[in-house]
């Protein structure tokens, strides 16, 4: 009896270890990055639009911004930046929960991006990496995208231009800066 409980709670204890080994993980969301999102990173949760003031969430593809002093998550922007151009502009990966908290932290510490226009997008991307990531030019998987490698796309709720992304001013993130 005594080998027999022994034998059990070896059992149990290697169990219990393989477990807690098996649940190492490694997150990757290219895929799920939009087009216009920046090269770079395997991961992202959000991006912090500094011309805007706004952030685009990933995981729902939402842009939020505030509107009145409430934060609204919508599929498009407001009418004021229909004409905005995600290709052309700066963004910033933020992997840090709800950090729109942290708004006015972030519009003074990111304002030095806004009009930069020197980030590289998944778009125009010649890494392999980012094939997997639909409408891109040399994805298997080709669907409809507003806006091309040099245009502007319309953000609006019909946009469902996604892709991977890499961006600048990373808080708390994987990726360069």
Do not use: C
């Amino acid at each position: 009896m005594k080998k027999l409980f022994v034998f059990l709670m070896l059992a149990i204890g290697v169990t219990a270890g393989s477990r807690a080994l098996g649940q190492v993980s490694i997150n990757v969301n290219i895929g799920s990055q939009p087009l216009w999102g920046p090269v770079g990173y395997d991961h992202v949760d959000y991006y912090y639009l500094p011309d805007i003031e706004s952030y685009y969430y990933v995981p729902t593809r939402k842009f939020i911004y505030l509107n009145n002093g409430r934060w609204i998550f919508s599929s498009g922007l407001p009418s004021a930046y229909r004409n905005y151009d995600l290709y052309n502009s700066y963004k910033v990966v933020i992997n840090s929960p709800k950090p729109y908290l942290k708004y006015t932290e972030h519009k003074v510490k990111y304002s030095k991006y806004k009009s930069n226009r020197s980030q590289a997008v998944i778009l125009r991307s010649s890494d392999p990496k980012y094939y997997i990531v639909k409408g891109h030019p040399k994805s298997k998987a080709k669907v409809g995208v507003k806006g091309g490698p040099s245009g502007k796309v319309k953000v609006n709720a019909g946009n469902k231009a996604h892709g991977n992304g890499h961006a600048g001013g990373n808080d708390k993130g994987r990726g360069k800066h």
